[in-house]
């Protein structure tokens, strides 16, 4: 596997079991939050699943799990007990919440599905509805299009409001929707208020980096590189 890459899991096809007075709750519809870390013995979510509402996880006492809400921009931090996605933030039983706000396109993205392969079966991805996406954080992460057979694996970043900035990622065999993050691969952020382009085999994006985005700290020695919140700085390529 590629530095930097972590393979999306499968959206879950419906609620887990749950008890008490979240026993009933429907099954997701669409998307709603993305696990931006979870750590401890709980393995019904994975780093990088999205999640939808009326979805239920249950957390060991130590267990504790991030996510992020598409929507509302909510970033929470939960350790411990039973939680429920709701639309703009979790309800959580037996357990702790620490809630912030964070900068994302928010109420701006979209939720599509595509189709994963020729049996039918279906991957589910943000989509910006602009045309030109915000990130608010840099580096990016960046999720991998659907590529042909025959293009150019190479994720290609070019500044185009001031010529001569240029980066180029080679990705090797990184699958479709799985997503790269710049950071972790230590290249060099992206300017504050600059505007881009991203190539990825026929894929093109336009996209700015936010005047005050925040911008993360490189890996130095045997730091690691500092970690911005991913819905800040996610990046997706239009549906072709």
């Known amino acids: 596997m590629s530095r930097g890459v972590v393979t999306a899991a499968a959206f879950a096809a419906g609620c887990l079991a749950a008890t008490g007075a979240w026993a009933k709750a429907p099954a997701p519809l669409v998307p709603i ?3 931006e870390d979870v750590t401890g013995t709980t393995t019904d979510v994975e780093f990088m699943d999205y999640l939808g509402t009326g979805q239920v996880i249950k957390l060991g006492p130590k267990d504790v799990l991030v996510l992020s809400y598409l929507k509302s921009c909510a970033h929470e931090t939960i350790t411990g007990g039973t939680v429920r996605v709701g639309t703009e933030q979790s309800e959580v039983e037996g357990g702790k919440i620490a809630r912030t706000k964070v900068r994302c ?5 979209a939720l599509a599905t595509q189709t994963a392969n020729a049996s039918g079966a279906s991957s589910f991805r943000l989509q910006s509805a602009d045309i030109d996406p915000v990130l608010y954080a840099s580096p990016p992460v960046v999720q991998i299009p659907r590529l042909e057979a025959n293009d150019q694996r190479t994720l290609v970043i070019e500044r185009v409001d001031r010529p001569g900035e240029r980066l180029e990622v080679a990705l090797g065999d990184v699958a479709t929707g799985a997503f790269y993050d710049l950071a972790k691969a230590n290249t060099k952020p992206l300017a504050r208020g ?8 026929g894929n093109k994006v336009l996209f700015k980096i936010d005047a005050k ?8 020695g045997k730091s690691k590189p500092e970690r911005l919140p991913v819905v800040s700085r996610l990046l997706r390529f239009p549906p072709g």
């Open 33 to 35: 939050a993305l696990v």
């Open 213 to 220: 985005a925040k911008i993360a700290k490189p890996a130095t």
């Open 194 to 201: 600059g505007i881009y382009r991203a190539t990825l085999g």
């Open 105 to 109: 396109n928010g109420g701006k993205m």
